[in-house]
């Protein structure tokens, strides 16, 4: 050791007796520690956030409280691979977007004699020709093919000119079960029409 340099142990010594270097030390420990209780309550919350089972959060945070101050970063790294993938919120409002996307694919009607996708809001099916609403002539809105009355505004509605020519032949050639019961309910519809007006 050439003896005109200081003694590295010497200045490591004086560092570390430095009372400011000593209060950052602790500061810094107490910061570890707060970070460690810290952690251990994101986890705790972050827990209650995935699931509904009441113990789990509590395991969570004694996981990270496990490892203690000064390992508890690898405690972190394996909640993060072993938590539930979503949280209670994301997983209902999956459940509402899968609940939509399902009220949507049913609403697409299909015509009901030639099986092709049409809106609900179309009048005819262009493919074959079928009359599928009405507009109600009072209100403007449509209303279904088999309604008496308008279901907006209360006006009887005429029974359509037979239901619908097209209709018919498709019902005679069996294919829809929708032409049956629009035989089926005529006259009586036809009856109720005749009474009211
Ligand atoms: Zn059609
Ligand atoms: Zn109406």
């Given at each position: 050791?050439?003896?005109?340099?200081?003694d590295?142990?010497?200045?490591w010594?004086d560092?570390?007796?430095n009372?400011v270097?000593?209060?950052?030390?602790?500061?810094?420990?107490l910061?570890?520690v707060?970070l460690?209780?810290g952690?251990a309550?994101?986890?705790f919350?972050?827990?209650?956030?995935?699931?509904?089972?009441p113990?789990?959060?509590y395991?969570?945070a004694?996981l990270i409280i496990f490892?203690?101050?000064?390992l508890?970063?690898?405690?972190?790294?394996?909640?993060l691979?072993?938590?539930?993938r979503e949280?209670l919120?994301?997983?209902?409002?999956?459940?509402?977007?899968?609940?939509?996307l399902?009220?949507?694919v049913?609403?697409?009607?299909?015509?009901?004699?030639?099986?092709?996708?049409v809106?609900?809001?179309?009048?005819?099916c262009p493919?074959?020709?079928?009359?599928?609403?009405?507009?109600?002539?009072?209100?403007?809105?449509?209303a279904?093919?088999?309604?008496p009355?308008?279901?907006?505004?209360?006006?009887?509605?005429?029974?359509?000119?037979?239901?619908?020519?097209?209709?018919?032949a498709?019902g005679?050639?069996?294919?829809?079960?929708?032409?049956?019961?629009a035989?089926?309910?005529?006259?009586?519809r036809?009856l109720?029409?005749?009474?009211?007006?």
């Open positions: 050791m050439p003896s005109g340099l200081p590295p142990g010497k200045i010594n560092f570390v007796g009372p270097v000593q209060l950052a030390g602790q500061l810094i420990v910061y570890v707060l460690w209780l952690t309550y994101w986890a919350r972050d827990m209650q956030a995935r699931t509904e089972n113990i789990l959060p395991f969570a004694a490892f203690t101050p000064l508890f970063l690898f405690a972190v790294v394996l909640y691979i072993v938590r539930p949280t919120a994301e997983v209902y409002e999956r459940s509402l977007a899968e609940e939509s399902l009220a949507e049913e609403r697409n009607e299909v015509c009901p004699v030639c099986r092709e996708r809106q609900n809001d179309w009048l005819v493919n074959c020709r079928t009359r599928l609403h009405r507009v109600c002539p009072s209100c403007n809105r449509l279904e093919p088999e309604w009355l308008c279901a907006y505004c209360g006006r009887e509605l005429d029974r359509p000119e037979r239901p619908s020519r097209v209709a018919a498709a005679a050639k069996g294919s829809g079960a929708r032409g049956d019961r035989a089926d309910t005529t006259p009586e036809k109720r029409g005749v009474t009211n007006t």
